[in-house]
């Protein structure tokens, strides 16, 4: 069964800091990586997509990493600030059909 | 503006009642998508149209029907709703099957 992982489930940062969230999956075939950040009362937005052959990729204070042969990813934010506070989503697709979403990490960055 | 648009963004009604929830995409996309939010945060897919066909169907209870009449627009029509479809509903858009998706703003569905 196709699965997505996520933890912590909730995290409080203070602003500045760093921090770093993971993403555990089981789905199978792999196809590609998706972190999306989503904002209370509105729709995921993408921050990065990762294939197969891709081990970081970063989106401004964002860098997401994956490791394939572990079947893990993390997402990374650099130098928090209050507008980071939010759901973060790791989602992985196997193949076109198949689209599995996490239960996401709740942010919240305090001053 | 660019963007995914849903209508409308709330929906109170009744428990029985038939509902339609509209979206619309001007980014040329050809893939269009319905998730459903539940109280938990919890995303789930419920159906993919590309090009106008039907792609992905999860199992979802056939009062739920999508409909689109073209590229640009999915619709969701809900019948004999029940308390238990409370919950946020998202169209989402991408080019091709496993292109990034661009949500909308969501749907909030409260039946009583």
């Known amino acids: 069964k196709n699965q997505v992982e996520q933890s912590p489930q909730s995290l409080i940062i203070l602003e500045g800091k760093n921090c770093t969230l993971q993403?555990?999956?089981?789905?199978?075939?792999?196809?590609?990586l998706r972190w999306y950040k989503q904002d209370t009362g509105r729709g995921p937005v993408s921050l990065t997509i990762?294939?197969?052959?891709?081990n970081t990729k970063s989106n401004g204070r964002y860098t997401a990493t994956l490791d394939a042969d572990t079947k893990q990813s993390s997402l990374h934010i650099t130098a928090s600030q209050l507008s980071d506070s939010a759901s973060y989503i790791c989602?992985?697709?196997?193949?076109?059909?198949?689209?599995?979403f996490g239960t996401g990490t709740k942010l919240q960055v305090i001053p | 503006d660019t963007a995914v648009s849903q209508t409308p963004k709330y929906l109170v009604t009744q428990m029985g009642n038939d509902k339609s929830i509209k979206c619309e995409q001007n980014?040329?996309?050809?893939?269009m998508y319905w998730y459903k939010q539940d109280s938990k945060k919890f995303l789930k897919i419920m159906f993919s149209?590309?090009?106008?066909?039907?792609?992905i169907n999860e199992t979802v209870p056939n009062r739920f029907s999508p409909k689109s009449p073209d590229k640009a627009h999915l619709n969701l029509h809900i019948n004999s709703l029940e308390l238990g479809d409370s919950a946020v509903y998202f169209c989402?858009?991408?080019?091709?099957?496993?292109?990034?998706?661009?949500f909308g703003p969501g749907t909030r569905l409260t039946v009583t």
């Open positions: 990762m294939t197969f052959s891709e």
């Open positions: 989402a858009s991408s080019r091709g099957r496993s292109g990034e998706q661009y």
């Open positions: 989602v992985v697709s196997a193949g076109y059909q198949k689209v599995t």
């Open positions: 149209y590309n090009n106008k066909e039907l792609i």
């Open positions: 980014l040329g996309h050809d893939t």
């Open positions: 993403c555990n999956y089981t789905v199978s075939p792999f196809s590609n």
